[in-house]
């Protein structure tokens, strides 16, 4: 198994940014899909953006696709997920998932063995 350990969440405005860690520890970091989730308050955790081991492919959930960008730095067994012009719909708990290998579905969080304690966004109006 991984340990995952998820950073960055904190309060920003509309149209800001931030940027999330996920620092893992454990197995082989470069030989896991990564994924990042989401859940708000009364709701389902939802897909957000997922990355290939190489770093070569990655998802996006079409609500957040050309606003957040997910990458990887292997050497340093982290993965990130840079979010940019937030929006009060975008607040939730933002959780960092791993998985041994490429979920069928990877948009789904069945897919993934591993998940981080979550690190809570909020934006405000």
Same mark, same amino acid.
């Given at each position: 198994? =991984?340990?995952? =350990?998820?950073?960055? /969440? %904190?309060? =920003?405005?509309?149209?800001?940014?931030?940027?999330?860690?996920? #620092?893992?520890?454990?197995?082989? @970091? &470069?030989?896991? @899909?990564? /994924?990042? @989730?989401?859940?708000?308050? %009364?709701? !389902?955790?939802?897909? +957000? #953006?997922? *990355?290939?081991?190489? /770093?070569?492919?990655?998802?996006?959930?079409?609500? *957040?696709? %050309?606003?957040? $960008?997910? &990458?990887?730095?292997?050497?340093?067994?982290? +993965? @990130?997920?840079?979010?940019?012009?937030?929006?009060? !719909?975008?607040? #939730? +708990?933002?959780?960092?998932?791993? $998985?041994?290998? !490429?979920? $069928?579905?990877?948009?789904?969080?069945? /897919?993934? !063995?591993?998940?981080?304690?979550?690190?809570? +966004?909020? =934006? &405000?109006?």
């Amino acid at each position: 198994q =991984v340990q995952l =350990v998820e950073s960055g /969440g %904190g309060l =920003v405005q509309a149209g800001g940014s931030l940027r999330l860690s996920c #620092a893992a520890s454990g197995r082989t @970091f &470069s030989n896991y @899909f990564m /994924g990042w @989730f989401r859940q708000a308050p %009364g709701k !389902e955790r939802d897909f +957000v #953006a997922a *990355i290939r081991w190489s /770093g070569s492919w990655t998802y996006y959930a079409d609500s *957040i696709k %050309g606003r957040f $960008a997910i &990458s990887r730095d292997n050497a340093k067994n982290t +993965v @990130f997920l840079q979010m940019n012009s937030l929006k009060p !719909e975008d607040t #939730a +708990v933002y959780y960092c998932a791993a $998985a041994s290998s !490429e979920p $069928a579905h990877y948009y789904s969080s069945r /897919g993934y !063995e591993n998940w981080g304690q979550g690190t809570q +966004v909020t =934006v &405000s109006s």
